[in-house]
């Protein structure tokens, strides 16, 4: 069954867009059907946002930062009816369209709304040595123009509404294209931004599949913030490539937890639950792999395999995990699964689609005696399922932490804060949590950004919010342009002036001061 098919042809009017049905992974029951904006349709909204954003970037950022506030007030009052929306096309618990859709976009909003007037400031930075006494120099940040955002499926709300909030913000204009998987979840952001007053013209939702996100790539936009898999993340980044447009790209992740002899180990196995089964693992930095140290972990598997007997999974009332959100991702956890135990792994709990229910629903899953010749260790797996490695030390957690393509997240588990510093800094990946497990994505003002092939860019701390502008370099000479003016022409006598004035600035102990 798959979640959404195409309208036949015989069924469309003669001349009528494409259309695709979209059915509810929870029950597979039919829920809605979307019209595909073609490449004409992202044309013309590009033309209209080109037209309306010079007036939006010439307005104080304070202004536009007033909207972000009102924002935050509609999805505070408006959030049931959000959580409805995604909901009912992802499948997700209340919780977790509550925790990892609402209330990070609530954070997202407040954060930049206080911030960005400080973080986008014009601002003058004293050059170096003598070059202070004959120029100033100004830095401002200016807007791209129009942004392309293209999110995907697993977290269909912020990850359209976070970088549409720092592109508008910044004084752009935006294209959004959602997942055609969960669209009406991206539709909620043009929703919650014409309630919050942003002037008309500056946020175009387009709904549809790759073929419009590849139009809205080769459009003409002055960026393109990509979240989704490595694949497409690749085509996205060449086509920017061609067209020499910036992209940020936010890619997939396989991240591994690394478990030390001296963790607390109730909350070392808590904190793998969480990272591994929230929002049904289908989270880019959520916990794929697991390094135990020897001395405990035998206790680690035990603590597991006991709480994740307690989940619970279904879709109405209350759960931990729902179903998968996309048909071809339960296939990647079944077959990433079904070549573990071909390889000798072995399921201690779940390994299967869940037999009670009627959706994509894959049980959650601890498998143990995995390798890294197997799939379930190397690549992203995406689903309700961890594996857990026993290893001889650290150091071999580290290796094997390492020996992967994907950087995104991490985390360690020690009670030794200063350990966990030092081994977190010998992980080559993004970001890393020491004794947690969702937050890396969750604080706005780190660094959130892929290493290898987990992407390029940042999507948070100040260097995102700026990767929406060009900060603008502007140098003005004190001396009123007597000095250039008086370059040309050239002769032996200034040739030896300048000689003599490099050899007085870098030969002596003064270029300590003036480097
Ligand atoms: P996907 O790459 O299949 O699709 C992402 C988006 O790209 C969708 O909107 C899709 O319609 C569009 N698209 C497809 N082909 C395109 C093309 N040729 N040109 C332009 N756009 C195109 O990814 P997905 O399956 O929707 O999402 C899951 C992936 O996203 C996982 O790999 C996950 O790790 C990753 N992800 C990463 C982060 C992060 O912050 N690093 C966050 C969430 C998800």
Same mark, same amino acid.
């Given at each position: ?18 259309? @695709? ?63 409805? *929306? ?138 393109? #913030? ?59 930095? #959520? ?42 991702? @339960? ?53 309700? *399922? ?80 700026? #990767? ?36 007085? @600035?870098? #030969? ?8």
């Amino acid at each position: 069954m798959a979640i959404v098919t195409p309208v036949s042809p015989g069924e469309l009017a003669p001349g009528a867009r494409r259309r @695709l049905r979209l059915a509810s992974p929870a029950t597979l029951e039919p829920i809605d059907e979307i019209e595909v904006a073609t490449a004409a349709d992202v044309v013309a909204a590009l033309e209209a946002a080109r037209k309306a954003q010079p007036a939006w970037a010439a307005r104080p950022v304070a202004e536009r930062a007033q909207v972000l506030w009102r924002a935050l007030d509609v999805l505070l009052a408006r959030m049931d009816e959000y959580v409805a *929306v995604i909901q009912r096309e992802s499948g997700k618990p209340r919780t977790d369209a509550l925790m990892i859709e609402i209330f990070a976009a609530c954070d997202a909003l407040a954060h930049f709304a206080k911030r960005a007037e400080r973080m986008l400031r014009p601002r003058t930075q004293r050059l170096h040595g003598v070059l202070a006494l004959a120029k100033k120099l100004h830095l401002v940040p200016r807007p791209l123009g129009v942004i392309g955002v293209i999110s995907p499926w697993n977290g269909p709300f912020i990850l359209s509404v976070n970088p549409t909030l720092q592109a508008l913000v910044a004084g752009n204009a935006v294209l959004l294209k959602p997942s055609e998987v969960t669209p009406r979840s991206g539709e909620l952001v043009a929703k919650l931004f014409a309630e919050a007053g942003l002037p008309e013209g500056l946020l175009h939702v387009l709904l549809g599949d790759g073929e419009t996100g590849a139009a809205l790539v080769e459009s003409g936009v002055d960026k393109v #913030s990509f979240t989704g898999s490595v694949g497409t993340g690749r085509k996205v980044g060449e086509a920017c490539a061609r067209r020499l447009v910036p992209c940020t790209l936010e890619l997939g992740g396989k991240d591994p937890m690394i478990v030390c002899a001296d963790a607390d180990l109730d909350r070392a196995a808590g904190g793998a639950l969480a990272g591994a089964f929230f929002n049904a693992g289908q989270v880019c930095f #959520s916990t794929e792999r697991v390094y135990v140290v020897d001395a405990v972990y035998d206790e680690f598997v035990r603590r597991v395999v006991e709480r994740t007997r307690t989940l619970r999974q279904g879709s109405g009332g209350e759960f931990e995990i729902g179903p998968m959100i996309w048909p071809r991702q @339960l296939e990647i956890v079944e077959q990433h699964v079904a070549d573990a135990i071909a390889k000798g792994a072995k399921v201690l709990i779940g390994g299967r689609r869940n037999p009670a229910l009627e959706g994509l629903y894959f049980e959650p899953t601890v498998l143990v005696d995995v390798t890294h010749d197997m799939a379930i260790l190397r690549e992203e797996t995406f689903g309700p *399922v961890l594996p857990i490695v026993r290893v001889r030390d650290e150091e071999e957690a580290l290796r094997l932490a390492n020996d992967c393509r994907y950087g995104l997240g991490a985390t360690v588990w020690t009670r030794d804060a200063t350990k966990g510093v030092a081994l977190a800094t010998r992980i080559d990946s993004g970001s890393v949590c020491v004794n947690d497990m969702t937050m890396t994505y969750g604080a706005p003002e780190a660094p959130f950004g892929g290493r290898k092939e987990s992407g390029v860019g940042y999507v948070h701390g100040p260097d995102a919010l700026l #990767s929406y502008c060009h900060v603008q370099a502007v140098l003005v000479d004190r001396l009123g342009g007597r000095q250039t003016a008086s370059h040309f022409p050239y002769s032996a006598a200034k040739d030896a002036g300048m000689q003599k004035f490099m050899r007085f @600035l870098w #030969s002596t102990p003064l270029r300590r001061f003036v480097g």
